[in-house]
């Protein structure tokens, strides 16, 4: 009887019927009844990058600014005077931002001591040739050494630009080859470039400040700049070397074409370790023939009074 019940071609259609069913249903069903997972994963994502940029936005605010205030009297002789036209270039700007100087601030002070050192140094240049009459030449050569001070009133500013970059590069050279190392863990052990950079700028500021400094202003770029690649642009300009240039140039690669960040981080921190160990090698080649001079001028008239002074007592005796 109950063979016969399951052999009834209408049960069958029936039971058939409702699988075909239950199974459509699931089908129609099961994409709005699993969890979307990668669409969470996004959301937390972009609520990260938003948690991030508040967080860099309110540290930026709450800490001493970078840019230093103009001081109101250097203002109002920049602005009289008009100095940004005639005395204002763009290599000087470049070198206030590799010197570290940010800011209308800077730049009004280096326009304000561009125009005052000049004017200082040739009024104390003359009272001392003609007043004073410190320089006994004729009338030609005091005029040419008050016109070379003008000169170097105009181009100390210059210089002074020029020597604190070359001090800031220097220790950023030294230091660079660590803090790539320390990027290139950071990023493969799956973080983010952000916080990668941010990470590094805290761990290599007891070895550089400058360089923490730097890297950090670029993660605050990358945070609030439409475009990621303009941060990378800025790092490089501010610091102008040329490892930190080629850094960027990869950085600003993989953002483009989605090429792997580790393997250029690796390549180029072993490039930046060589450059290093071949500048000290380089160094340590160059220092025999210069201690030949301070050895013929120091060492060897000492050598000479300890042998030869003896044989002179002996003689005299």
């Not at 036209?85 to 206030?96: F, I, P, Q, V």
């Not at 200082?120 to 070379?148: N, S």
């Not at 007891?206 to 730097?214: I, M, N």
Request: hydrophobic share 50%.
């Amino acid at each position: 009887m109950i063979l016969e019940k399951l052999m009834d071609t209408r049960l069958l259609g029936v039971a058939l019927t409702g699988v075909a069913v239950a199974a459509t249903a699931v089908a129609v069903l099961q994409p709005l009844l699993e969890p979307d997972r990668l669409g969470k994963r996004m959301k937390l994502v972009s609520d990260e990058r938003e948690a991030m940029r508040r967080r860099e936005r309110d540290r930026l605010a709450n800490k001493v600014t970078l840019r230093s205030e103009p001081k109101a009297y250097m203002k109002r002789v920049v602005e009289r005077f008009d100095l940004n036209r005639w005395l204002g270039t763009e290599t000087a700007k470049r070198h206030l931002l590799m010197a570290g100087y940010r800011g209308t601030g800077a730049e009004t002070g280096f326009l304000f001591f561009r125009l005052v050192m000049p004017i200082a140094l040739t009024v104390a240049a003359a009272f001392y040739v003609f007043v004073l009459e410190v320089l006994d030449q004729p009338l030609t050569i005091r005029l040419g050494a008050v016109i070379f001070a003008a000169y170097l009133g105009i181009k100390l500013p210059e210089l002074y630009l020029i020597n604190k970059s070359k001090k800031r590069q220097a220790e950023v050279r030294l230091a660079w080859p660590d803090a790539l190392d320390l990027s290139l863990i950071c990023v493969e052990s799956g973080m983010a470039v952000e916080n990668a950079f941010r990470r590094v700028s805290t761990e290599i500021a007891p070895q550089s400040v400058v360089l923490a400094e730097e890297l950090a202003l670029m993660t605050a770029e990358l945070s609030y700049l439409p475009d990621r690649r303009m941060a990378y642009e800025n790092l490089a300009s501010r610091i102008g070397l040329e490892p930190v240039k080629a850094v960027t140039t990869a950085l600003i690669q993989a953002e483009r074409y989605g090429t792997p960040v580790g393997q250029a981080l690796r390549v180029l921190s072993q490039e930046s370790r060589d450059h290093r160990l071949n500048e000290a090698e380089k160094k340590a080649a160059a220092l025999p023939p210069k201690l030949t001079v301070p050895m013929i001028l120091f060492f060897l008239p000492v050598l000479f009074v300890v042998i030869l002074t003896p044989a002179i007592i002996q003689i005299m005796r």
